[in-house]
């Protein structure tokens, strides 16, 4: 149980009052060129720090993403088009997003800091699948400097 629960994720349709910090990337690739030796074997894990917007607790991370479409060197699109998949309260796509829980859910307040780590291989059984490896620290703002009467 603890394989299923804690060490995959959920499929969801989350909407932007569920989240309680904005979205960052954490992995961007370019399309025209990337090799396949790179996306076969990345090298080190995607970095990122994320302000907590509101205090509340912090259950997990969604992740999804957002692609645009742009053309090529040689055939400019004549208007840029993003597909994304992010948290909405329009219509959602059928990819969703990937809810990774924490548990037990970290205790935030609005200004603190979540420093993210993940490095995300292909699965060796499947390669159709991904296998992330993650690592997450809360960092706490000093109680001073929120200066917005919250604790």
Do not use: M
């Not at 912090?58 to 992740?63: D, R």
């Amino acid at each position: 149980q603890r394989k299923y629960y804690l060490e995959t994720s959920s499929f969801i349709n989350l909407t932007p009052k569920q989240i309680v910090a904005p979205g960052r990337p954490i992995l961007e690739i370019d399309l025209h060129t990337v090799s396949l030796e790179e996306l076969k074997n990345p090298s080190a894990p995607s970095k990122c720090s994320i302000g907590i917007s509101k205090t509340g607790p912090v259950e997990g991370f969604t992740g999804y993403f957002d692609n645009w479409f742009r053309g090529s060197a040689e055939n400019k699109a004549e208007e840029e088009v993003k597909l994304t998949t992010a948290p909405t309260t329009g219509a959602h796509t059928h990819w969703g997003q990937q809810l990774f829980g924490f548990y037990p859910p970290l205790d935030a307040q609005k200004g603190d800091t979540l420093e993210c780590e993940v490095l995300i291989k292909r699965q060796q059984k499947n390669h159709r699948l991904l296998h992330l490896v993650t690592h997450f620290r809360l960092l706490r703002q000093p109680a001073s400097a929120s200066g917005d009467g919250e604790p």
